[in-house]
T-cell receptor, first 115, second 116 residues
Framework: DTAVSQTPKYLVTQMGNDKSIKCEQN?????MYWYKQDSKKFLKIMFS???????INETVPNRFSPKSPDKAHLNLHINSLELGDSAVYFC??????????????FGPGTRLTVT | AQSVTQLDSQVPVFEEAPVELRCNYS??????LFWYVQYPNQGLQLLLK??????LVKGINGFEAEFNKSQTSFHLRKPSVHISDTAEYFC??????????????FGQGTILTVHP
């Protein structure tokens, strides 16, 4: 009964490769996010989707492309991986209901190591 | 634009002692405030949140925080800590309207280490 799940949990790959991280939530939420946590544990938002529509796109290299096939899934594809992409990537979701604000629920994270 | 500053990067404390983790924020509009906890190699878990109403909010595991609008602060407190509270704590803010609505901005994190 996992709420927000991510696969894989660990990903080790070489520079220049292309990889994807998948996120799924079974909470019925309609807004999903990707965050990057760097080696200093600093968390920064990358993208947000609401009902499959991109609503937040921070200053992220265009090698990163999010894709939301439906409102329960938000995947992150990374092209031409670089050493600096090594980080923990967190997916999150929250409901958006008129007149109320709800907190975000986070997945367990995917630790990406680029060698 | 919103920003969050956690004033202490590390806080060591002995078991059963009280603790306060400090958080200040900056925003041009009203905000929602959150504290999340991250245990080693795990995701983030919500400790507590301030959306509106009473400025003193209580969360899980005996933690509480007080929203102070005039000082733009949201400090986290616990009267008596346990070894199991050792973790990293993140303060976060989301603007209540505007283009940053729904977007969480995090502080740099505070590592709480509880010693026996």
């Amino acid at each position: 009964d996992t709420a927000v799940s991510q696969t894989p949990k660990y990903l080790v790959t070489q520079m220049g490769n292309d990889k994807s991280i998948k996120c799924e939530q079974n909470l019925g939420h309609d807004t999903m996010y990707w965050y990057k946590q760097d080696s200093k544990k600093f968390l920064k938002i990358m993208f947000s989707y609401n009902n499959k529509e991109l609503i937040i796109n921070e200053t992220v290299p265009n090698r990163f492309s999010p894709k939301s096939p439906d409102k329960a899934h938000l995947n992150l594809h990374i092209n031409s991986l670089e050493l600096g992409d090594s980080a923990v990537y967190f997916c999150a979701s929250r409901p958006t209901l008129a007149g109320a604000f709800y907190e975000q629920y986070f997945g367990p994270g995917t630790r990406l190591t680029v060698t | 634009a919103q920003s969050v500053t956690q004033l202490d990067s590390q806080v060591p404390v002995f078991e059963e002692a009280p603790v306060e983790l400090r958080c200040n924020y900056s925003s041009s509009v009203s905000v929602y405030l959150f504290w999340y906890v991250q245990y080693p190699n795990q995701g983030l878990q919500l400790l507590l949140k301030y959306l509106s109403g009473s400025t003193l909010v209580k969360g899980i595991n005996g933690f509480e925080a007080e929203f102070n609008k005039s000082q733009t602060s949201f400090h986290l407190r616990k009267p008596s800590v346990h070894i199991s509270d050792t973790a990293e704590y993140f303060c976060a803010v989301s603007e209540s309207r505007g283009t940053s609505y729904g977007k969480l901005t995090f502080g740099q994190g505070t590592i709480l280490t509880v010693h026996p």
